[in-house]
């Protein structure tokens, strides 16, 4: 926040006589409605304070805290007295009263847009602290913020700042600054959650690697495999001790190199088929570890390009599950994907063993989504016998076409409850009493 911005909005805050509503819609940011419906909001983190306008009703969850009560009491429906910045310094000064048959209670909302010092203060008539966004002691500050004792002035900056064009509508400047807050958050958002997958695909691309070269554990069980054979055809001939050499099958010397463990003769023949049958059982294990693998890195990337992809804020959130329900366990399924959108549960199958998966775990009354007769990630909304909203249905037709289609444009989707889903044969499916919405990414 500049301060000769600051200066501005002071002006054009003047030009309104009361605050009807006042209160935090998030931990950080308060808003404002003033007398002719007017809203605007203040931005109170440290270091990225700003005030701005934004239609977005979104509030993230209603606050009780001491703070918050006396910002209701003492401000909701307030009498405007005066308006001030203070000291030359980047602080507003609201000053206001509420008057009834007995007396006249004063109180003032101080915001101070100074850095890491960034604080919303409410002030009593004599200037003592009812409360505060933080809380400072004598011990970090030389101006402490304690609730019951006044609030010292602070001291006037010791430097001039810089000054800017006249706003030519501070109205169009509030506006621009909560979508250029917007655009930067977005993109910021965006890096660190691709930050966050590709660091999971780097772990599952090293894990590939590891197996990827499966056909080593055959060949590894076929040449145990041929040597107990041998051996076991030519087993009365074969020295009692020590490595020895022998013919194979098709008339080839070969060596064979006795285990030291093996007692004798049939031991060691033994120990040779013993051998075969792990490292087969480690061949085939690598072969469903790297289709596994493959799955699951391919479904990333696809994370990756959605969330390269949003166009929000809110669309990152549910791609990122921010709106996950605290009060639910975590759940972790390798086969299928939880998102939260509006607090009711998604589910999307990852792969074809994933939806397969799905199927199998939702209830009757959960609603299933399919791109209409073309192949995709089964989705599900879990309904817990609520009815859904259709919004909600709609983004989680979105969530199926983003993990679907490479391609983005409209594209039709059915939705039906679990019920009317017949499975065929693996995530193969019939259903009825269905519906069909058009969806655009």
Not at 137 to 158: A, C, D, M
Not at 346 to 375: C, Q, T, V, Y
Request: net charge positive.
């Amino acid at each position: 926040m500049k301060y000769w911005q600051l200066l501005e909005i002071s002006e054009y805050i003047k030009e309104f006589s009361e605050i009807r509503t006042i209160f935090r819609i998030d931990y950080q940011t308060l808003q404002i409605e003033f007398d002719k419906g007017e809203k605007i909001r203040f931005n109170m983190r440290r270091g990225e304070s700003f005030i701005y306008k934004s239609s977005d009703e979104v509030r993230s969850e209603k606050i009780f805290s001491p703070f918050d009560t006396q910002l209701s009491s003492r401000f909701q429906k307030s009498k405007i007295d005066k308006i001030e910045i203070l000291n030359g310094d980047k602080i507003l000064k609201i000053s206001v009263s509420i008057s009834n048959k007995y007396k006249k209670l004063e109180s003032s909302l101080q915001l101070e847009f100074t850095g890491k010092h960034t604080n919303i203060i409410l002030l009593d008539s004599e200037n003592r602290v009812l409360e505060a966004l933080h809380h400072i002691s004598e011990f970090k500050s030389v101006r402490p913020v304690k609730v019951g004792e006044f609030l010292g002035i602070p001291p006037k900056p010791n430097f001039e700042f810089k000054t800017g064009e006249k706003l030519e509508n501070v109205e169009d400047f509030l506006k621009s600054e909560w979508r250029n807050y917007i655009s930067k958050k977005l993109e910021k958002s965006k890096k660190r959650e691709i930050l966050k997958v590709e660091k999971k695909i780097d772990k599952l691309k090293k894990s590939f690697e590891v197996v990827r070269n499966s056909e080593i554990f055959f060949e590894k069980a076929d040449r145990f495999s041929e040597n107990a054979q041998i051996l076991l055809a030519n087993l009365y001939s074969l020295p009692k001790y020590g490595d020895f050499e022998t013919y194979d099958f098709s008339g080839n010397l070969r060596k064979i190199e006795r285990p030291k463990e093996a007692r004798d003769n049939n031991h060691m023949i033994q120990i040779f088929f013993d051998k075969s049958k792990k490292f087969r059982k480690k061949g085939e294990n690598s072969e469903i570890e790297r289709t596994n693998l493959i799955e699951k890195i391919d479904f990333l990337e696809r994370m990756t390009k959605n969330i390269r992809n949003s166009s929000s804020l809110s669309e990152l959130d549910i791609l990122s599950n921010r709106g996950k329900d605290r009060r639910e366990k975590r759940q972790k399924n390798e086969l299928y994907e939880v998102f939260w959108i509006e607090g009711y549960k998604i589910l999307l199958g990852k792969s074809e063993r994933g939806n397969e998966a799905l199927l199998k775990d939702a209830k009757s009354r959960d609603i299933w989504l399919h791109m209409k007769d073309i192949p995709s990630a089964h989705t599900l909304i879990v309904t817990d016998k609520q009815s859904i909203p259709e919004n909600v249905i709609f983004e989680a037709g979105k969530l199926c076409l983003k993990f679907s289609v490479k391609e983005s444009g409209k594209y039709l989707i059915d939705y039906t409850k679990r019920r009317n889903v017949r499975i065929q044969s693996g995530a193969n499916v019939l259903y009825t009493d269905y519906k069909t919405i058009e969806v655009e990414i």
